[in-house]
């Protein structure tokens, strides 16, 4: 086999935030808008030549990263997508966000891991490169998904999104005060994917209207935002949750946790993602913090998310990429 001369002492890094879905998941498969915006958790990658660093090869602690498709193929896969040299390469990853929860997890490793590669072979690259490139491995993990998280994750902002339009960034005219807390089940996107494709086929008419009402609920929403109207964006987001319920996407779990979210005081709670498991947003314009004390103290994690993000602390951004010399 051909030897590939690869850069030495060089370690390509790229982070990449998770993503919540504030309205809209599911609906967004097929053509209906959606909107998102970055957590302040998130996953880094680095990248190196094995030979520089031989014996620190880690493979990715198993309970921290999405492992559904082992990482030498990942690597195969971005590499080939940004068309640079298919090598045996060492991978670092860590990880503060938790995985399979509906919170970008494998959208936050495959774009790290394009702009780790990218910055390791000197590649510049948009975030809408990296986002297509990204896409690729996201099919990797999820089949055909609409793009709407490694896009918000790619961008990294509060984003309304179409499925094959570019994105429109949105402004928020008050900070976004959520909570997001952890179910104890994984998410089932693809199972819930698939189960609203069955249900589709069968009774096209109810699931069609519901998907066209959580449409109409996307626009009411991007409207509340843009005016800080938090009364309109939760009612939007309670009838949210409802739809998806009444489609089959919650479970019991998710919805023990947004009717005690509402009961604790937030405004507003629904699930986030594919569902079928997973994490509920909740909406807090009010008494946050004792909402999440009152989730600690009940045994769930939680934790705050504001958009714009906070300055200082959990929400600083860090860099997006990066080269260091080992
Ligand atoms: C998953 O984060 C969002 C879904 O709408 C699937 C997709 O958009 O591909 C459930």
Partial sequence: MKRIALPQNRIGTGHAPGKVILLGEHAVVYGWPAIALPLNRGISVEVFSRETASGSYLDPPRSNTPQRIGLEELIRTASR???????????????????????????????????????????????????????????????????????????????????????TFLHSRQPLPLLI???????????????????????????????????????????????????????????????????????????VLVERARRHGAWAAKLTGGGGGGAVVCLCPEERDRVQRRFTEEGWTCWPVDWPPRQGGLHERPATHGLRIA
């Fill in 181 to 255: 807390v952890l179910g104890k089940q994984p998410r089932a996107t693809r199972t819930m994917v698939e189960t609203l494709r069955q249900r589709q086929a069968h009774d096209p008419r109810t699931t069609e209207a519901a998907f066209a009402r959580i449409g109409t609920l996307v626009d009411a929403a991007t409207h509340a935002l843009h005016e800080g109207d938090w009364n309109s964006l939760a009612l939007c987001m309670n009838e949210n949750h409802s739809i998806l319920r009444a489609l089959g996407v919650s479970t019991p779990e998710l919805d």
């Fill in 81 to 167: 997508a940004l068309r640079c040299p298919v090598a045996r390469l060492g991978v670092r990853i860590s990880s503060t966000l938790p995985p399979a929860m509906g919170l970008g997890s494998s959208a936050a490793l495959s774009v790290a891991l394009v702009r780790a590669l990218a910055a390791y072979h000197r590649l510049p690259l948009s975030d809408t490169e990296t986002s297509n490139h990204a896409y690729v491995l996201e099919c990797r993990f999820h089949g055909r998904p609409s793009g709407i998280d490694n896009t918000t994750v790619a961008h990294a902002t509060l984003l309304r999104f179409v499925r094959g339009s570019a994105p």
